[in-house]
């Protein structure tokens, strides 16, 4: 199975200021058909999971374009360039290139 | 845009069984891979079981295989979770989702005698 560890567990952030997440996967992420398949998810308080950013760094509908997604083989960011109050909760990264499916352990966004 | 609903959730004892369901609209359905994911209270997210469009092809989490049945009913627009022998491992907030696009609000199953 693949691997994802996040870094880092917390993110205490000033608003207005940017915040990075890092990922990491155990082994590649590319497919057999060119893509890699990963994918950031933002989980407010109480609410589901929501697809930010699919396929390393496209915005998926209606995600402000403060939120972006870097990265290639087994190293990932997702960066927030403003945290505005909305952003507080918990990120994943999410593979969907090899079955298994597996996640990060998540990042939680908290304001200072 | 698209809309999930999960519902089928609830109490259940040690050893018993429960089928979830999923109702799908303001997409087509039929045309999309569905997923389950589980989140245990207070914990990360796990991936459970995918199914593609047409059902030939399913995969599940080694922790539910031999346990947990995936389905669909293209007809129905809907996607189906049987869960037997259920432990209390099994407890969590369970949604199903498209290519993880679209996810439903998740429906709570707790195992507990």
């Known amino acids: 199975d693949i691997v994802m560890t996040q870094t880092p567990l917390s993110s205490p952030v000033t608003l207005g200021q940017p915040a990075s997440i890092s990922c990491r996967s155990s082994q590649s992420l590319v497919h057999s058909d060119g893509n890699t398949y990963l994918n950031w998810l933002q989980q407010r308080p109480g609410q589901p999971p929501r697809l930010l950013i699919y396929k390393i760094s496209s915005r998926f509908s209606g995600v402000p374009d403060r939120f972006s997604g870097s990265g290639a083989g087994t190293d990932f960011t997702l960066k927030i360039s403003r945290v505005e109050p909305e952003d507080v909760g918990v990120y994943y990264c999410t593979q969907s290139t090899q079955f298994p499916h597996t996640f990060g352990g998540g990042t939680k966004v908290e304001i200072k | 845009e698209g809309h999930l609903v999960e519902s089928g959730g609830g109490l259940v004892q040690p050893g018993g069984s429960l089928r979830l369901s999923c109702a799908a609209s303001g997409f087509t359905f039929s045309s999309y891979k569905m997923n389950w994911v589980r989140q245990a209270p207070g914990k990360g997210l796990e991936w459970v079981s995918h199914?593609?469009?047409?059902?030939?092809?399913?995969y599940y989490a080694d922790s539910v295989k031999g346990r947990f049945t995936i389905s669909r009913d293209n007809a129905q627009n809907s996607l189906y979770l049987q869960m037997n022998s259920l432990t209390a491992e099994d407890t969590a907030v369970y949604y199903c989702a498209t290519n993880y696009a679209y996810w439903g609000q998740g429906t709570l199953v707790t195992v507990s005698s």
């Open positions: 199914i593609t469009s047409s059902s030939s092809t399913i």
